[in-house]
């Protein structure tokens, strides 16, 4: 295995074998520099390079290319050029063998070698155009490296590159290619004369081309006596040979002529002349004997095939089992083969007419001489097509007679028919086998055609259906016209021959022999039907595959009935095994049969424990004596015809106790009892619900007897369907006489002003009629003596399974308590019109003490006891004014604050009103109702601060405006007073602290849990009172209005449950 290592190292002398090589091939170029300064007749490593390339894969042409890059700068720095034009030339020789190999791969997709005119194009052709191009580039670099002109550099320049391609790419493809023409072994003989053939090349060459004008002969003063031994070389030599001697004769004319010697060497040449004859000799001496040598190897590879196709064709035809006759057009024989010569060994007269009788050749009659103009050698050769013409060979031999079956052909050539070739084959064994095949087709054919509950017919080895019988045409419904020659694939699913079924059907088949399977299958008209499908191989004698054979049953009424007995089963189980009551089959005898899985699960018993045991001496029952003898008296009742029916108990697997009603039932089958079908339905759920019920009714009853509300039920006609003693000693009636009788006509017939109470408007029977309840506060029902009392009740549906059945009626007599609401009410008026007096007489005492604070500061002159005595008036009067609406107001427990605040400010407002300085009040408040413990602490604050606001906002102004804002939301109350006056003073903090009206703020602030801030925007001040509402403010009333409200209505009796009516 290559390890890396070694890989790195091969690639590294790899590169360094063909840098080296590119270089030693670039100097060897250099040497063959016609004029100083100027370029090289021809560049070598262009040939060599381009041939590695072909010859190499991709992979190593980045390392070549980058060693030729290396030589090439090398080289040319080596002989005096700068650095900038070494690596010019350096890019341009690496690129144009790059391009000219990937362009000549592009267009020949294989190996390369020079084995055809193509080869040779490509190698010759595109390198030539590739060259010119490149050449510009490097034109362009010597042109300004160099004074030479443009044009002569790249003349000379793409000759150069050329040349080096035409004379040593091929030399190293063919050299590098194993030889396809000459073997690769040699006599010495040719050795010798390849040996002596260069060695005379290189000879004349040298005279010609290295040997001074005046000391030669004058035919070797012209180039031409080089090329018969160039053809010669060309013949005999083959393209190893040839590239070799163009080679060498090239070396010699550039080695003469580049020191001014052979042909080109006249006095009135200049250098550049020189240059391209003999550029343009090298040039046609290698593509004029490379297309030789190439038309030669071409044709010699025709003649070797053709030799080749001969011996293949007469191996052929000596192998073939037929006797083969090839003529030419004049009817001479050309070839037979073996076969022919063993039936006719005596050649062929030359008479054409004498054929018939010479070889025995008759009619299938076998007493007839076929005429010879119908003889099929001679009808192909007319150009008739004769295919299967039956004749008799009769000959010493064959003198019972041959049967032969002969087919021609005419041999059409460029100028019509170049002869006729038969192919005689012995049918006897054919015939002999054709008629006993056919006398046992015939009896297979009778005998398949006679089974119609069968589709038999064969396939071939692809699938096609190949025979038909009847039973396949009453089965699958196709003719046999219509069927034969289709793929059998026809008869199945579409989605069976998606998945690849058919063919792995026959897959199987040809693999095992046989294959079997049942299935879905499709008649013509697309019906399905379930079929039995078997498919056989059929084999030849020498175990080739032939066919295949298919018998097709159709299976439909099979698996119909199958299908019918699984599901009758499937539903006999389902019902046996999944029925939650005990069911089981005995015998006669009582022997359990079988027993389902509901009573073997309940009891936690294997089906073996009881399956074959006497079924009194299961374990359902050993636990009780006395009900095994039951079962066996049970058991004997039965065998005997009688149906038998109880209740019996076994213990569960839980160790409790399961009761069922048993029964056993005879099958009794042309008058004999044949088995016994024993059933148990668990009713232990049903005993312990009847306890239950039992129970509960019980309580029931107590409950509705000790009730001291009435109690009654009717049906979906109103009749009385049961009543509690209470509702019958209310109603002045026993129970007993109730029960029956419509409860409307009975008790509910009138309404309390005696009109009548039509059935459709009354509440009980909507409650059943459109399945909802109703409660009723005050209506009244009759006794039995005709008198009527107030009473509340409620009415619900009764539902069973969903169902409205009825109603249950609950009442009460509610005499009592209307009296009772009658003297509270009275008692009510008498306390409102109490707590109006007294809010009066409050309000008018306030307005006196504020009369008297008002008297007493007009008689003091002190103006600071005048403002005390006038703030403490105006606090007065705002509680008065809380009295005054209260007293005024339908509410005695809630103030309409805002309508107050309103009030108070403008009040305030107008006390304090100056006439130079006139003040705007702007109220935005909203309806906001405050207890009246709120309400007054309110009331003070607001007084204190708008009194405060007045005072002091508008000093040396001559007009104001103060905003008084009123909200509530979230339980809350927001109360905001602001003004556009002078504002707070920068030490407002510390003198608020100071003030008596301002602690005053702050304790009624916290008296309502609320908070006060002092704020001073840009403009005035504001102050923003927040504090929670009461919820009473909102929502309850005072005791009296509670009780009031109660008195109205406003609350139902707790006992009734549900949905006002």
Not at 8 to 16: E, K, P, S, T, V
Not at 806 to 831: H, N, P, W, Y
């Amino acid at each position: 295995m290559l390890t890396p290592a070694r890989y790195h190292f091969g690639l590294i002398a790899h590169c360094l074998g063909v840098a080296g090589t590119y270089f030693a091939a670039a100097r060897f170029g250099v040497a063959f520099v016609v004029q100083p300064e100027s370029i090289s007749v021809f560049w070598p490593p262009a040939g060599l390079l381009l041939a590695y390339l072909l010859l190499t894969d991709r992979c190593y042409w980045p390392f070549a290319l980058a060693a030729a890059f290396g030589a090439t700068v090398v080289a040319n720095f080596g002989i005096g050029k700068g650095v900038g034009p070494s690596i010019g030339f350096g890019i341009v020789n690496a690129l144009e063998p790059a391009v000219g190999a990937w362009a000549i791969s592009r267009l020949r997709r294989r190996a390369f070698g020079l084995e055809s005119t193509q080869d040779l194009l490509l190698l010759f052709g595109v390198p030539a155009v590739v060259c010119a191009v490149m050449a510009l580039a490097g034109a362009a670099v010597a042109a300004i490296a160099t004074d030479v002109p443009f044009w002569a550099v790249w003349k000379v320049w793409w000759l150069a590159d050329t040349l080096g391609v035409v004379l040593f790419a091929p030399l190293v493809v063919c050299w590098a290619n194993r030889p396809s023409i000459s073997s690769a072994r040699h006599t010495l003989r040719e050795l010798v004369e390849a040996v002596a053939t260069l060695a005379a090349l290189a000879t004349v060459s040298w005279g010609i081309f290295a040997t001074p004008t005046g000391e030669k002969p004058l035919l070797l003063t012209l180039p031409y006596p080089v090329f018969p031994l160039l053809l010669w070389v060309a013949l005999r030599l083959g393209a190893r040979g040839t590239a070799v001697a163009v080679v060498v004769v090239s070396l010699i004319a550039v080695w003469g002529s580049s020191r001014a010697l052979g042909p080109v060497s006249a006095p009135h040449l200049e250098a550049a002349d020189r240059v391209l004859l003999i550029q343009g000799f090298c040039g046609v001496v290698s593509l004029s004997t490379f297309l030789l040598v190439v038309a030669i190897t071409e044709r010699q590879s025709a003649i070797r095939e053709l030799r080749t196709q001969k011996q293949i064709l007469e191996s052929v035809l000596d192998s073939m089992g037929e006797a083969v006759l090839v003529t030419d057009a004049a009817g001479a024989v050309v070839l037979l083969n073996r076969t022919f010569r063993n039936i006719h060994a005596r050649p062929a007269p030359v008479d054409h007419s004498a054929w018939p009788r010479a070889f025995g050749v008759y009619l299938p009659d076998g007493k007839t001489l076929c005429p010879s103009d119908q003889l099929p050698i001679f009808r192909a050769a007319r150009g008739e097509a004769c295919d299967n013409v039956e004749l008799m060979i009769v000959d010493e031999a064959h003198p019972d007679g041959l049967p032969v079956s002969v087919t021609g052909r005419p041999i059409l050539g460029p100028n019509g028919g170049a002869g006729a070739v038969i192919a005689i084959r012995d049918v006897s064994a054919v015939r002999h086998t054709e008629n006993k095949l056919r006398d046992s087709e015939q009896r297979y054919r009778n005998l398949v055609n006679g089974v119609r509950d069968y589709a038999i017919f064969m396939l071939d080895t692809t699938g096609r259906i190949a025979s038909w019988n009847d039973g396949a045409e009453r089965i699958k419904g196709y003719v046999e016209d219509e069927i034969l020659g289709q793929h059998f694939s026809c008869f199945y699913p579409q989605e069976d021959v998606a998945a690849g079924k058919t063919d792995r059907e026959l897959r199987i088949a040809s693999e095992t022999g046989r294959y079997e399977e049942e299935g879905w299958r499709v008649r013509k008209d697309g019906a399905r039907f379930w079929a039995n499908v078997v498919i056989s191989a059929v084999y030849d004698s020498a175990g080739r595959l032939q066919g295949f054979a298919k018998a097709t049953r159709d299976l439909s009424a099979k698996r119909a009935a199958d299908d019918a007995l699984r599901q009758s089963e499937l539903r006999f189980r389902a019902i046996f095994d999944q029925t939650l009551q005990f069911i089981g089959l005995m015998a006669a005898d009582g022997t359990l049969l079988e027993a389902n899985r509901t009573a073997l699960a309940a009891t936690g018993i294997l089906e073996e424990q009881v399956l074959g045991q006497k079924f009194w001496d299961t374990p359902w029952w050993m636990h009780d004596a006395a009900q095994q003898e039951r079962l066996r008296n049970a058991v004997r009742r039965a065998a005997a015809g009688e149906t038998v029916r109880f209740e019996a108990h076994h213990p569960a697997a839980d160790g409790t106790t399961i009761w069922v009603d048993f029964s056993l039932k005879p099958y009794v089958a042309d008058g004999n009892v044949l088995f016994l079908i024993p059933e148990g339905r668990d009713i232990t759920q049903r005993r312990r619900t009847e306890q239950q019920l039992a129970a509960l009714t019980h309580r029931l009853r107590l409950l509705l007897e000790s009730s001291g509300d009435g109690i009654y039920g009717i049906d979906l006609d109103g009749r009385c369907t049961f009543i509690n003693p209470a509702a019958a000693e209310m109603l002045g009636w026993d129970a007993d006489e109730l029960l029956g009788r419509n409860m409307h006509d009975t008790i509910h017939h009138r309404r309390a002003d005696k009109s009548e109470y039509p059935l459709a408007e009354c509440p009980i029977f909507c409650s059943f009629k459109h399945g909802q309840g109703c409660a009723v506060a005050d209506e009244s029902f009759w006794r039995r003596d005709h008198s009527a009392f107030p009473v509340e009740y409620s009415s619900y549906p009764l539902r069973d399974e969903g169902v409205v059945v009825g109603a249950v009626v609950m009442f009460r007599d509610i005499s009592e308590r209307q009296r009772t609401e009658r003297a509270l009410r009275r008692s009510v008026r008498e306390k409102e019109v109490l707590l109006r007096e007294i809010h009066h007489r409050v309000k008018n005492n306030l307005a006196v003490i504020a009369s008297l604070f008002r008297i007493q500061a007009r008689a003091v002159d002190d103006k600071k006891i005048k403002q005390v005595l006038f703030e403490a008036q105006t606090r007065v009067l705002s509680m008065s004014l809380v009295h005054e609406n209260l007293y005024n107001s339908a509410d005695l427990g809630a103030v309409a604050f805002d309508q107050y605040a309103k009030t108070l400010a403008t009040q305030i407002v107008q006390t304090y009103q100056f006439p130079t300085t006139p003040v705007e009040l702007a109220c935005d408040v909203h309806d906001v109702r405050l207890t009246v413990e709120q309400s007054i602490p309110c009331g003070l604050i607001l007084n204190e601060v708008l009194s405060n606001c007045l005072k002091h906002a508008f000093r040396d102004r001559n007009r104001g405006r103060v905003a008084l804002s009123i909200s509530a939301a979230a339980g809350v109350c927001v109360i905001r007073v602001s003004d556009d006056g002078v504002g707070a003073p920068g030490d407002m903090d510390s003198r608020l602290g100071k003030s008596l009206g301002v602690r005053l703020v702050r304790i009624l602030a916290r008296q309502l849990a609320g908070t006060v801030e002092y704020l001073s925007p840009e403009v005035g001040t504001e102050v923003r009172l927040t504090f929670p509402i009461a919820a009473s403010a909102d929502h309850d009333q005072s005791g009296v209005s509670k009780i009031t409200g109660e008195i109205h209505g406003n609350n139902r009796p707790s006992f009734i449950p549900g949905v006002s009516c």
